[in-house]
Each structure stands twice: as C-alpha cells, then as structure tokens.
C-alpha cells in the first residue's frame, strides 16, 4: 500500500497554518479554532495508518475518554474559569510531549542526537506542566495566589534544575552501560518536574496572564522537539507555530508591563507592599441613579473591563448597557488592556461571549489618546492596569503601561469593596476627586443603572 501519511500530515499542516492566520482576527477567530480543530483531528485520523503501528487496544480507548472527558469540560466551563482550563489543558499538551519523550528514552531512541532532543523536549514539557498545575491551582483558589516565597529560593530552583540536566546527560553518555536507563531517567524526571513546580510558586496572580503564555510556547516548544525525535513532521509544524506564537504573545504581553520574561520567571511581583505610602483623597460613593444621570447626558462613554467583570459574569449586563448609550447616540468604545485579567485576552474572550461588536474594542495605545475627550469612563472590575502609581518611581507597578482612565473627565469604578488589586498596593485612582465608586457586584449594579437609564 501506498504510505499517504507524509501527505496528508503535510495538509494538516497547511490548516494548522490558516486556522492560526485566522485566530489574529476577532471577527476570524472562531473560524480559526475550526480549521485548528479539524487540522488536528485529521492528524489523529491519519495516525492510526502509519505503517507498523501497534497498541490499538491503548490508543483507541485513551482518545475516547479523552475526547469525551474534554468535550464535556469544555461545554460545562464558566467563562470565569476559562483561564483555570486553558492553564490545565496547555499543561496537558506538555505532559503529552513529555510522555513521548520517556517512551522514546525508555526504547533508546534510534541515535544520540534524537535521544538529546527527546531529553531537551523533556525538561521543557516537565516545567511546562509542573507550571501549569500550579497556576492552575492558584487561578483557582486553591493554593495562595500571591507569590510563594522563601529564602534562597532561586539558588534551590538553579540547584534542582541542575541535578536534572546532570542525571540527563549522565543517561546520555551511560544508558544501558554503566547504569541501568532507570537510574537516571527516574531522577531526571522527578527533578524536572520539581523545578516546574518551583518555578511557578513565586509568580504572583499579576503576572498569571504572562505566565499562561509563556508555558503555552514551552508547550509548543517542547512538542515540536519531540517532534523531531520521533520523525512526526505535523508534531514539528504545530509545535514550531504554537512555540513562536506563544513566545511573540509573552513578549508583547511582557512589554505592556513593562517587564522582562526573565523578571517574572524569577517571580514576586506584588510582594512589595506600600505600607507607608499615604495616598491622599477619599473614596467617594455614589448612587446608581447618579451613574445613570451621568451617562445619558455624556457625549462619549468609555468601558473598561477588568478582571471583576469576569467574576461578576457581567458581560452580558455591559453590553445591554452599551447598547443602550449608543441608542441614544452616545459614543462608546471598550478600553482593553492586553494584560486585563487573568489569561491573554480574557476581555476580548468576555466580550465576545456576550456579542459586543469587535470594532467597539479599543486597544490600550488608541484608548489612551481617546480618554481625554471622554465624559464618563465605567471602570469594572480593573485594579492595576489603570492605577496611575504605575507612573510614580519607588512602587510595584512602576513603570508598567497602564490606560489613561485618569484623563477622562469623570469617572465611576464598580467595585465589590475597597480592596487592592493583585499587586497588591493602593490604586490612586480611586481617591481623584472626579473619581466615583459603585460598590456591589458588578452584574447587579449595572442592571439597577440600566433601569434607572430607563426612566430618564
């Protein structure tokens, strides 16, 4: 028989490659996650005729539960918790790309240069779903999600990673002749996969967006290296383009920080706090009929939503109130900042959801030269990405791009109370005299606006 494998693996790549053009568009997105989708299920169909392959009896069973245990999850996940689920199922895909790799050491590969790319592969994989658990764990709840810290962290870290390359070289050079392959996999694994969950420990909740993306590179890294070792040149592709994609998106993400990668590997972002620095101004209540009577006679309104909109699922609520300005001829954008809650574009995933238009989305540069001219601004659920603290040199966020809220002419944040953000240090904008807080849950507090709109 003819092997049609090559060939067919080939057009999975080139969909691979369109249904990721197609994901660098909001009105394309979704259409670009079919074509992903479907790429990838033709490379599991296409797989089962490789020549020689064996173990149906594992495989078959593995991708129906699989399949059903990710369909189900999938249909039942909140968009609250998107970033908890694309943080588990990045590390997965790691996991998946390490588990190739200790067959492929575990059978002696077919060279020594395939054998250090599985190894290479494996370090990156192990890290990345070590990572991932812990961030998954901290977006979650069920760890702290400040920033886990203890004395010569960073020296343990190097230390554990360390042994793991050592015990991985030491197989490289020794496997099956002075050493028995288990003797080094074993510890190479464990230390590995120690380092992944050292590493993530110190990031803090701030910085979970930045570290989703890099571990989703790492991921794309990490198959693309099993990739090669195994021959699988679709693994290669997706691998390549899910590296590089993810690597552009943490830098840039880095960037609207103001951050290196290499600062928040090392973790501790937030764990400075302002205890003496005195922010002067009150917090100002303000009641929802005045936030109504403020928004019908403005000229522009601008939203800008943070991670509290996620939290009160008042995305919905947002765009019926969005729609009701523009009823009334009143011009309205959304303020997005890349770093808004808890994973890459969390708003613009919220946005969409409850059918915002994509050309109401603003990004952080055009936001900024728009605020000056906007009557109201509706801040919900933002903390960090709009405190002006940023701007002043000796504090956590020093330095760090932030959207111009303070510009606006007047301002209303929703908030639940008047807590800090995840960084952990007061948000000078809520004490500005043209600064209004409507405490409550956002979703509530939006709609008693809305009916209020009505009446007037």
């Known amino acids: 028989m003819i092997d049609l494998t090559q060939p067919i693996y080939a057009l999975t790549i080139a969909a691979f490659v369109i249904g990721l053009i197609r ?4 009105a394309t997105a979704r259409s670009g996650i079919l074509w992903a989708g479907i790429a990838m299920a033709l490379s599991i169909a296409i797989t089962f005729f490789v020549p020689g392959l064996s173990n149906l009896i594992l495989i078959i069973p593995a991708i129906f539960i699989g399949a059903v245990i990710g369909f189900v999850a999938a249909r039942r996940v909140a968009i609250v918790n998107m970033p908890q689920m694309v943080a588990i199922y990045n590390g997965m895909g790691a996991g998946a790309a390490s588990s190739i790799a200790a067959i492929e050491l575990i059978r002696f590969g077919t060279t020594s240069l395939n054998l250090g790319i599985a190894l290479t592969g494996a370090i990156i994989g ?4 070590a990572g991932s658990i812990i961030a998954f764990l901290k977006l979650q709840g069920w760890i702290r999600q400040k920033p886990i810290t203890f004395r010569l962290q960073q020296v343990i870290n190097l230390i554990v990673i360390t042994l793991g390359v050592l015990f991985g070289i030491a197989y490289l050079i020794h496997r099956n002749v002075v050493l028995p392959y288990e003797s080094a996999l074993i510890p190479f ?3 590995s996969l120690g380092y992944g969950f050292m590493m993530a420990l110190p990031i803090g909740g701030a910085d979970m967006p930045v570290l989703i993306s890099l571990y989703n590179a790492m991921t794309g890294i990490a198959v693309g290296l099993e990739g090669f070792a195994i021959d699988n040149y679709a693994m290669v592709v997706a691998g390549i383009l899910v590296g590089a994609a993810g690597t552009i998106l943490t830098l840039a993400m880095a960037r609207a920080m103001n951050r290196s990668v290499g600062a928040i ?8 706090q302002e205890e003496n620095r005195i922010v002067s101004g ?3 209540p303000i009641s929802s ?15 800008v939503p943070g991670f509290g909109m996620a939290s009160a699922q008042a995305q919905f609520k947002v765009r019926d109130l969005s729609d009701m300005l523009i009823s009334r001829g009143i011009k309205v954008f959304f303020a997005i900042h890349p770093v808004a809650g808890r994973m890459p574009g969390h708003m613009n995933v919220l946005l969409a959801e409850a059918g915002v238009s994509y050309d109401l989305l603003v990004g952080q540069d055009e936001a900024n030269r728009s605020f000056k001219d906007v009557d109201v601004a509706l801040v919900i659920g933002a903390n960090d990405v709009v405190n002006p603290a940023a701007r002043i040199q000796g504090t956590a966020l020093y330095g760090m791009p932030i959207l111009d809220v303070d510009k606006s002419k007047n301002i209303i944040v929703l908030k639940r109370g008047a807590g800090k953000g995840f960084a952990g240090i007061e948000n000078d904008l809520f004490y500005m005299d043209k600064t209004k807080m409507l405490y409550g849950d956002a979703q509530e507090s939006i709609s008693k606006v809305i009916q209020e709109l009505k009446k007037l």
Not at 265 to 272: D, E, L, Q
């Open 289 to 303: 009929e005045d936030v109504a009577v403020m928004l019908a006679y403005s000229g522009t309104v601008a939203f």
């Open 189 to 191: 694994f464990v230390f």
């Open 23 to 26: 994901m660098g568009n909001p």
């Open 126 to 129: 192990d890290v990345s779903i």
């Open 265 to 272: 590997i090392a973790g501790g972002f937030g764990k400075i």
């Open 282 to 284: 009150n917090l100002k």
